[in-house]
């Protein structure tokens, strides 16, 4: 079962800038997206028919969105404040979480897509996003006691360790970089979710995920790895290849992110 992750920095853009070039030789059974920034109908009517398509989209029009592709239809779906609890209903929330159950060839598979609020150090962006990170550890202790196999994927705007972001002693105060934000993520390895990512890859500088858009820092692979899939353990265990599918020039990226894909043999 290959299950993929992307923040797509706008659905219809990237659509327009090569999307599908991508998306339609990728052989995944699933793909979760983020900031998909359109309602369900444009979403669904621009990745085409061979996928089914779930979505939670913002309530402030043009933000936000998250949305699950797969091959057949997801059961038992449901977003945001239905899960999140209470205030994660208030818009700056919204389009946010969004959680379905797939069927692998072995079982049930319960997949979530998430979008972590970007945060800004000593701002109110901060606070909504600790308020997020709160509602979303609750969550996932919920899901690890309820389901066997579940993976939690998106993007979480928090690179977890020095060998997550290149410019590591450059960022130390900034949002995505700060102790008090990666301090949720050892919480959340500490109570069983295991990072599928870093564990394939090992200890080691990347591969990144996302790099900005100015400057060199996609030729020069000046990156954050801020996109994750948090699986369970008997999901994680059966998880057997990793990739980051980098786009081959800074002119043929279609989002500032790059998917990241799992193979899980089920």
């Known amino acids: 079962m290959r299950i993929a992750s992307v923040n797509v920095n706008g659905v219809r853009a990237a659509a327009r800038k090569g999307m ?28 085409g028919d061979a996928w089914h ?10 933000r936000a ?49 998430v979008y972590m609020h970007s945060g800004e150090a000593g701002t109110p962006k ?4 600790y308020a997020m990170l709160d509602a979303m550890t609750a969550r996932l202790a919920v899901l690890l006691g309820e389901h066997e196999r579940v ?21 130390l105060k900034s949002a995505g970089f700060l102790p008090e934000e990666k301090a949720y993520l050892d919480r959340w390895v500490d109570s069983g979710w295991v990072d599928v990512h870093r564990t394939l890859e090992g200890p080691k500088p990347g591969p990144y995920t996302w790099w900005s858009m ?6 020069n692979d000046s990156g954050w790895r801020i996109d994750y899939q948090f699986a369970t353990p008997a999901l994680a265990a059966a998880a057997s290849s990793v990739r980051v599918d980098r786009q081959a020039s800074w002119d043929a990226r279609w989002t500032d992110h ?5 193979d899980y043999s089920l």
């Open 20 to 47: 599908h070039d991508w998306l339609d030789p990728s052989g995944c059974d699933v793909v979760c997206m983020q900031e998909v920034r359109a309602p369900l109908e444009t979403t669904a009517g621009l990745v």
């Open 53 to 62: 398509v779930v979505e939670d989209a913002c309530l402030i029009k043009g």
């Open 65 to 113: 969105g998250v949305a699950i592709l797969s091959r057949d239809p997801l059961a038992d779906v449901v977003t945001g404040a239905e899960v999140l609890g209470e205030g994660m209903d208030e818009p700056v929330h919204t389009g946010r979480w969004i959680e379905g159950t797939a069927q692998s060839p072995s079982g049930p598979v319960r997949v979530v897509s």
């Open 126 to 129: 901060m606070d909504q996003k």
């Open 151 to 171: 993976v939690v994927m998106g993007d979480i705007n928090i690179a977890h360790t020095e060998n997550d972001i290149k410019n590591w002693k450059g960022n």
């Open 214 to 219: 100015r400057g060199q820092a996609f030729d």
């Open 258 to 262: 790059a998917p990241l894909v799992v």
